[in-house]
């Protein structure tokens, strides 16, 4: 239950950062409290763990490893505004999920909250044995005394891409892939990044909906069928007495400074502090709109974890030139780790307790 949270805060107005001392009393479990509604603020006991107690985080999420030296994004703790997040327990979490399975299914994004959770269970338990195994699109990593196994399903678009004779195929009303997520007792997916890419890294030729082949359509009204195939997947084979379902929400990106008021930043190189409001200036990207219409027809329960907002005032999260590309490379997409999707992850927690 979410109770009301006492709090006292000091604003550094040197650096407009909201740092948190807090005194107050209450937790939330999800249920009463929005824990997508709140700000950021600094917390000295963050984050989680180190990144480099985790030797399996890609290179494309390690930051400080890549050489990024300006850690104070580390440092910051997602504030609910009439509640607290319960700390994230890692023994507790792997209790609770002892010989049952965890599947992220989705895009590039799924994986670096993949990475983050397995980061977070195995810093905090790092005598606990584990195993990492990948087959076809399906990675696990096994918490061997716990019987937990936490998966990721590459799958980017949840629909299905088929090669025939013309080629590549995505196929709008199509989901054979779901034979993957059968029997899963928890369920996180996530679509969005893919939709709108063209040229050499579209992984596909042609689309097909309603059994009519064509070459293109509207990205946004292609993203929002795929969605209703899904939903029409979870609503005929989720048991909701045996598999949670999640929805990981819209992952934002920063590209454009003007959305947070800042017209000469041209992507979110050089960020390092967080928005300190409750929303964001540019407001958020229509595809979330579309996401909670779809999921509004559903009949089985799925949870969004809304994490849209949160990460919209997250434009210092970024690996920006400390990721895969290194500095010919800006990544404002996806989050360094230790980072952001910590913060999802402690709540997708917070959503189970």
């Given at each position: 239950?979410?109770l009301?949270v006492?709090?006292?805060?000091?604003?550094?107005?040197?650096?407009f950062?909201v740092?948190?001392?807090?005194?107050y009393?209450?937790?939330?479990?999800?249920?009463?409290?929005?824990?997508?509604?709140?700000?950021w603020?600094?917390?000295?006991?963050?984050?989680?763990?180190?990144a480099?107690?985790?030797?399996?985080?890609?290179r494309?999420?390690?930051c400080?490893k890549?050489?990024?030296?300006?850690?104070?994004?580390?440092?910051?703790?997602?504030q609910?505004?009439?509640?607290t997040?319960?700390r994230f327990?890692?023994?507790?979490?792997?209790?609770?999920?002892?010989?049952?399975s965890?599947?992220?299914v989705?895009d590039?994004l799924?994986?670096?909250?993949?990475?983050?959770l397995?980061c977070?269970l195995?810093s905090?338990l790092?005598?606990?044995?584990?195993?990492?195994?990948?087959?076809?699109?399906?990675?696990?990593?096994?918490f061997?005394?716990?019987?937990?196994?936490?998966m990721?399903?590459?799958?980017?678009?949840?629909?299905d891409?088929?090669?025939?004779?013309?080629?590549?195929?995505?196929?709008?009303?199509?989901?054979?892939?779901?034979?993957?997520?059968?029997?899963?007792?928890?369920?996180?997916?996530?679509?969005?990044?893919?939709?709108?890419r063209r040229?050499?890294?579209?992984?596909?030729?042609?689309?097909?909906?309603?059994?009519?082949i064509?070459?293109?359509?509207?990205?946004?009204?292609?993203?929002?069928?795929?969605?209703?195939?899904?939903?029409?997947?979870?609503?005929?084979?989720?048991?909701?007495?045996?598999?949670?379902?999640?929805?990981?929400?819209?992952?934002?990106?920063?590209y454009?400074?003007s959305?947070?008021?800042?017209?000469?930043?041209?992507?979110?190189?050089?960020q390092?502090?967080?928005?300190?409001?409750?929303?964001?200036?540019?407001?958020?990207p229509?595809?979330?709109?579309?996401?909670k219409?779809?999921l509004?027809?559903?009949?089985k329960?799925v949870?969004?974890?809304?994490?849209?907002?949160?990460?919209l005032?997250?434009k210092?999260?970024?690996?920006?030139?400390?990721?895969?590309?290194g500095?010919?490379?800006?990544?404002c997409?996806?989050w360094?780790?230790?980072?952001v999707p910590?913060?999802?992850?402690e709540?997708?927690y917070?959503?189970?307790?």
């Amino acid at each position: 239950m979410g109770l009301w949270v006492h709090s006292c805060f000091l604003i550094s107005s040197s650096f407009f950062l909201v740092l948190a001392l807090f005194c107050y009393h209450g937790n939330a479990s999800g249920n009463g409290c929005d824990l997508f509604t709140g700000r950021w603020v600094l917390d000295p006991s963050y984050p989680l763990y180190s990144a480099s107690a985790c030797h399996f985080i890609e290179r494309e999420f390690a930051c400080e490893k890549n050489g990024r030296q300006d850690l104070i994004y580390t440092k910051y703790r997602w504030q609910p505004l009439d509640c607290t997040l319960t700390r994230f327990d890692a023994k507790s979490f792997l209790e609770r999920f002892r010989g049952k399975s965890i599947m992220f299914v989705g895009d590039s994004l799924s994986r670096n909250q993949w990475q983050s959770l397995t980061c977070m269970l195995h810093s905090a338990l790092p005598n606990a044995k584990f195993n990492i195994t990948r087959v076809g699109d399906v990675s696990t990593f096994e918490f061997l005394d716990y019987g937990v196994k936490v998966m990721l399903d590459r799958s980017v678009y949840l629909v299905d891409v088929e090669m025939e004779k013309i080629g590549r195929v995505l196929k709008l009303d199509s989901i054979k892939g779901g034979k993957l997520w059968k029997g899963i007792d928890m369920l996180i997916f996530n679509t969005w990044h893919w939709w709108n890419r063209r040229g050499p890294t579209q992984p596909w030729d042609f689309i097909e909906v309603g059994g009519v082949i064509k070459k293109d359509m509207d990205r946004m009204l292609a993203f929002e069928r795929a969605l209703k195939t899904w939903a029409g997947w979870v609503d005929a084979n989720i048991d909701p007495a045996k598999s949670k379902v999640f929805f990981q929400g819209i992952s934002p990106s920063h590209y454009n400074g003007s959305s947070w008021n800042e017209p000469k930043a041209k992507n979110c190189l050089g960020q390092k502090q967080p928005l300190v409001e409750t929303r964001y200036p540019g407001g958020l990207p229509p595809a979330l709109d579309v996401l909670k219409k779809v999921l509004s027809t559903m009949e089985k329960p799925v949870k969004l974890l809304d994490i849209t907002m949160l990460s919209l005032l997250r434009k210092d999260g970024h690996p920006s030139m400390y990721g895969l590309g290194g500095p010919t490379g800006m990544d404002c997409s996806h989050w360094c780790l230790a980072g952001v999707p910590d913060t999802w992850n402690e709540i997708l927690y917070n959503l189970i307790l």
